[in-house]
Antibody, heavy 122, light 107 residues
Framework: EVQLVESGGGLVQPGGSLRLSCAAS????????MNWVRQAPGKGLEWVSY????????YYADSVKGRFTISRDNAKNSLYLQMSRLRAEDTAVYYC???????????????WGQGTLVTVSS | EIVLTQSPVTLSLSPGERATLSCRAS??????LAWFQQKPGQAPRLLIY???NRATGIPARFSGSGSGTEFTLSISSLEPEDFAVYYC?????????FGGGTKVEIK
């Protein structure tokens, strides 16, 4: 069974940093691109960042560019999101989501993890 | 950035009725559009990709159509488990973007 399990969320002060992790199992992690998508409380979905299977390509939403860094460790079947200079508007549930295409970019998120909540507040 | 506008915001229907949800793109996305379903407290689930292809395990009552800038998600006969929020998403151009969502609620 394909599983994605996020961790690392919590309460952080504005200007602080946090590192999210996503543990993948049930599929060949190194063959798939991965994404982070977030959802502010009571709001819609916002794509945050993308990383290719070999880490040679990354993309970011303008709202997080220069503050967030996506990375992965294929040997550990893990995806990461390093978040710095956090703002109140970064408060959201953060989901990791696998790209639906094996070996090549498809651009569809399937499946998703259960999410981890990040709260930025003093 | 491609803006996706979903309508209506809320759709009030009874079980057994047909649901028709709309997603309009600010510029052409060809057929590079997907639909997701999200229930309270759960992660989204992929329903439709490439505008009209059902994802694995999705019932045949869900169908997608459209191309360019106008897209539709149809649910032929609503089941109790279909009452949820639905989002469209485009992969034509970076950044990947989502619509604001349509809530299908029980009338």
């Amino acid at each position: 069974e394909v599983q994605l399990v996020e961790s690392g969320g919590g309460l952080v002060q504005p200007g602080g940093s946090l590192r999210l992790s996503c543990a993948a199992s049930g599929f060949t992690f190194s063959s798939y691109s991965m994404n982070w998508v977030r959802q502010a409380p009571g709001k819609g979905l916002e794509w945050v960042s993308y990383i290719s299977s070999s880490s040679d390509t990354t993309y970011y939403a303008d709202s997080v560019k220069g503050r967030f860094t996506i990375s992965r460790d294929n040997a550990k079947n893990s995806l990461y999101l390093q978040m710095s200079r956090l703002r109140a508007e970064d408060t959201a549930v953060y989901y990791c989501a696998r790209d639906s295409g094996v070996g090549s970019f498809q651009g569809w998120f399937d499946p998703w993890g259960q999410g981890t909540l990040v709260t930025v507040s003093s | 950035e491609i803006v996706l506008t979903q309508s209506p915001v809320t759709l009030s229907l009874s079980p057994g009725e047909r649901a028709t949800l709309s997603c309009r793109a600010s510029q052409s996305v060809s057929s590079y559009l997907a639909w997701f379903q999200q229930k309270p407290g759960q992660a989204p689930r992929l329903l439709i990709y490439d505008a009209s292809n059902r994802a694995t395990g999705i019932p045949a009552r869900f169908s997608g159509s459209g191309s360019g800038t106008e897209f539709t998600l149809s649910i032929s006969s609503l089941e109790p488990e279909d009452f949820a929020v639905y989002y469209c998403q485009q992969r034509s151009t970076w950044p990947l973007t989502f619509g604001g969502g349509t809530k299908v609620e029980i009338k």
